[in-house]
């Protein structure tokens, strides 16, 4: 069965450090990886995706995640962070086919941004 | 972007009684609609896929007679949740990929917060 790690619930970080969530999962094939966002009355917001190719994808709002797959991880990562970062993150893996009914999604990282 | 409302935000209710809430895509068209249950500090759990036109398709240990889901249009779908009870309080969160496009491209909405007293 396929899961999701999300070994940190809660971050603090000041705004203009650097930022790394990290993203363990757990998949008999190869996966299709994401990163979403959810902010306070918004809904999940998708910050980036694998599917193949460069390990070292690039998202929106400055984010870029590392497919390892020798260490099954999908590391979410900033270089500085913003205070409107502040809000929860969601890891999620699924099949190759892309079906959402198959996504496993993890149980979130909180992120507080201290000015 | 795309957006995807959901209606009531908020809702209190009384254990028995039944509560609908609404999923709706604003500037798209989708086939088919996702409903999940976020527990707090939990991982969002699939509960059914709507289907336009069809029966929805519920996952496993989901009730489809507690759940009812009905996706009356193709900017539309429903999860009823009939006599409620406190254990179905939760965060019940919809998506929906527009039509044509691939399911992983799903965009969610805001969510509907229930507590049932």
């Known amino acids: 069965a396929q899961s999701v790690t999300q070994p940190d619930i809660h971050i603090t970080v000041s705004e203009g450090a650097s930022l790394e969530l990290r993203c363990n999962y757990s998949?008999?094939?190869?996966?299709?990886l994401f990163w979403y966002v959810q902010s306070p009355g918004q809904g999940l917001q998708l910050l980036l995706k694998?599917?193949?190719?460069?390990?070292l994808v690039q998202g929106i709002k400055g984010f870029e995640a590392e497919f390892k797959r020798s260490q099954s991880s999908f590391n979410l990562r900033k270089p500085s962070v913003h205070w409107s970062d502040a809000a929860e993150y969601f890891c999620a893996v699924g099949p190759s086919s892309g079906s959402a009914r198959q996504l496993t999604f993890g149980s979130g990282t909180q992120l507080t941004v201290l000015p | 972007g795309a957006v995807v409302s959901q209606h009531p935000s908020w809702v209190i209710c009384k254990s028995g009684t039944s509560v609908k809430i609404e999923c709706r895509s604003l500037?798209?068209?989708?086939?088919?609609m996702f409903w999940y249950r976020q527990f707090p500090k939990q991982s969002l759990m699939l509960m059914a896929t709507s289907n336009e036109g069809s029966k929805a398709t519920y996952e496993q240990g989901v009730e489809k007679d507690k759940f009812l889901i009905n996706h009356a249009s193709l900017t539309l779908s429903t999860l009823t949740v009939t006599s409620a009870h406190p254990e179905d309080s939760s965060f019940y969160i919809c998506s929906a990929p527009p039509r044509g496009r691939p399911q992983e491209t799903q965009y969610f909405g805001p969510g509907t917060r229930l507590l049932v007293l």
């Open positions: 998949y008999g094939a190869t996966p299709y």
């Open positions: 694998y599917f193949s190719g460069d390990t």
């Open positions: 500037d798209f068209q989708a086939t088919t």
